[in-house]
């Protein structure tokens, strides 16, 4: 008898079950089910735009990088999404940050400029592609012949050497003043930093005073017009051949980017020499620069590559990332992007 009841149960139960099942194949003919799937389809869409978490820059590869460029993609840029942070992405990203007021224009994708994508995307607006820099660089007239001009001088990673000039007119917009040491007293444009790389110099030099050390920063930013007297009076001193070998010319001058600084010690009277590598501030700058996104930018041994003598007391910024990497591999700047 209580069998029976209960093979009744399970039976209306199955009835049940089957009752509900058809009941939910039919509410998808529900207008109003459509809806919901189109809703569905939406968040869907919005997920695949999420944006990386990681910063990533140039040469970087992968699904997050994919990622960043479905999203520019999706905001005004048509670039390839392969996945690799390559050229036209870094473009992309600093025309993106040369329109928004409070980014700086590096070409490196951090957590404020995924702050200000994620606003626009939340906004559903666009972006005018290239107000903010032109694709392709004009073409400008150098001393070198084989040089060619940086389409993006902006470029956190660019390089500037004797092959690959800045444009004439270019001049960093973020320049300011390091609050470091420096052996003289007057209000001189070599001063200045572009904002990144003067708050990296500035937290290098705490930590070398912090170990007891005395550093100067004797020379940083300096005009494509400020390079090309400096470039003149050395060729009158010296000759074309001796000062190409210490002296950049106009254009080619690192100092131009706004990213490099010379630093010295008053324990050789402030002077750039090359026994500025065997003090003690000197081997400390070597050991720990990269520690704070500078490297040594002509060491030695590499002349060839470089084609500058090696200059201990220049140091450039590229982030903490590639100064690394650079550093650990004992490579160059040329060398990294595989074109001495
Ligand atoms: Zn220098």
Redesign the pocket.
Known sequence: MLKKYASYVIGLLMLLLLVTACSTDETTNDPSQENDNNETKTADAAEELKLPETDLQKMDEGTAVQALQEVLNEIGYSITSNGNFDDTTTWAVTDFQLQQEDLLALGVYNAETKEALEELLSTGDTVEAEAGLPLDAEEASTSHEDTHVLANPYDQLALVNKQYALPSDYTPDDLVVPDVPFPFDEDLPQKQLRAVAADALEELFQAADEAGLDLVAQ?GYRSYDRQDTIFASNVEAHGEEAANNFSAQPGES??QTGL?M?VTTPHINNE?TIEFGETAEGKWVEEHAAEYGFIIRYPEGKEEITEYQF?P??IRYVGEKTAQEITAQAITLEEYYGVE
């Open positions: 020379s690192e100092h490099t010379d750039l200059e007391w220049h």
